[in-house]
């Protein structure tokens, strides 16, 4: 014979509760209040007499599915960043996470499959991580006429129709140009664009921000462009070699980490000390190994983790309303300090 199938009735007699404070903690049920105390002992219960949720019986009696997709690629180090905050809202709200990868090239077909999980009723909604220039209008009208719950991070800063987690790119290389600037120094900007990058919005608006910022301050704004059809990062090397040969330019903000590392490398083979006889600047963060050179590089963390929590609480608010709701949202990056500048 099998063993009696674990219910909720077992778990709130386990932890000493009502099914109810069960039922608030498994499905964030509003209106409940729950106390960290009360959600301890139901998680501690579920835990020892290993319950599992039926999912089927919970959509067929409350019409969801109790999953939410997550689309993107997966080979870009800030998905995973992102997948990561997703996943730890998702579990304090009771959700399951479906991973979506982004198929090569990204055809259309490949994100309207995210609807037909909506329509069968296998997701509640989606969450997708886009470039900053994303802003697809047929994808927008296919969300909007479907009412799928939906929130692109970094995509349609511009479209209000549908609800986004941005990163304000501005005010972040304005943080990055002032802790810079604290010894004097006006930094020389390396803008590294490989492909289509250069018309990313992001990009522009680092880009605006670092030119606005040197007309404030009433100094010379000096850029580098180094445009590459692919990510070549012996070349990024070769002309960040050119730039620091000429001792006037030995202060370097570099929009992408990438760029400082090619810093760190030209520096080494001058026999030059970072932080010293160079001085560089990251503004993004993007493989979080800033921390393990040496020195340490200063740089601009873009909040990808914090991103992905934003994005959940967004596909909430959706799910919780009657009505549409869409909202747009944007978060600064944090200042990591380190020794390289």
Excluded at 86 to 93: L, P
Excluded at 332 to 341: I, Y
Aim: glycine share 8%; proline share 2%; net charge negative.
């Amino acid at each position: 014979m099998s063993k009696k199938r674990t219910t909720s009735f077992d778990v709130a007699k386990h932890a000493g509760v009502s099914r109810s404070v069960v039922s608030a903690v498994l499905n964030g049920t509003q209106g409940i209040g729950v106390s960290p105390e009360k959600r301890q002992l139901v998680l501690d219960a579920i835990k020892e007499l290993n319950y599992h949720v039926d999912s089927q019986a919970r959509s067929m009696k409350t019409g969801k599915s109790g999953c939410i997709a997550v689309y993107g690629d997966m080979e870009r180090p800030m998905f995973l960043q992102l997948l990561a905050g997703v996943k730890s809202a998702c579990s304090a709200s009771g959700y399951y996470v479906m991973l979506n990868k982004a198929a090569s090239g990204e055809r259309m077909e490949s994100r309207h499959e995210l609807l037909d999980l909506y329509y069968q009723k296998r997701i509640d909604g989606a969450i997708s991580l886009d470039a900053t220039s994303y802003a697809d209008p047929i994808w927008a009208e296919a969300v909007l006429e479907a009412g799928m719950p939906y929130v692109s991070v970094e995509g349609y800063a511009e479209d209000e129709r549908i609800s986004s987690v941005q990163t304000d790119y501005r005010q972040s290389l304005r943080e990055a140009l002032a802790y810079m600037h604290r010894g004097g120094s006006v930094p020389l900007y390396l803008n590294i664009q490989v492909g289509g990058s250069a018309e990313a919005l992001g990009e522009r608006q680092r880009l605006e921000a670092y030119i606005r910022w040197c007309e404030e301050a009433g100094v010379q704004a000096e850029v580098v462009d180094c445009h590459l059809a692919e990510l070549d990062e012996d070349h990024i090397q070769a002309r960040v070699l050119e730039i620091i040969r000429d001792r006037a330019r030995r202060t370097l903000l570099a929009n992408w980490s990438v760029g400082a590392f090619a810093v760190y490398r030209a520096a080494w083979q001058m026999d030059l000390r970072i932080g010293r006889e160079v001085q560089v600047m990251a503004a993004d963060n993007t493989y979080q190994v800033n921390q393990r050179l040496v020195p340490a590089l200063s740089s601009m963390e873009i909040p990808y983790y914090r991103m992905g929590v934003q994005a959940v609480d967004l596909v909430n608010l959706q799910l919780d309303s009657t009505g549409a709701i869409r909202r747009q949202i944007k978060i600064q990056a944090d200042l990591l300090k380190g020794e390289s500048c």
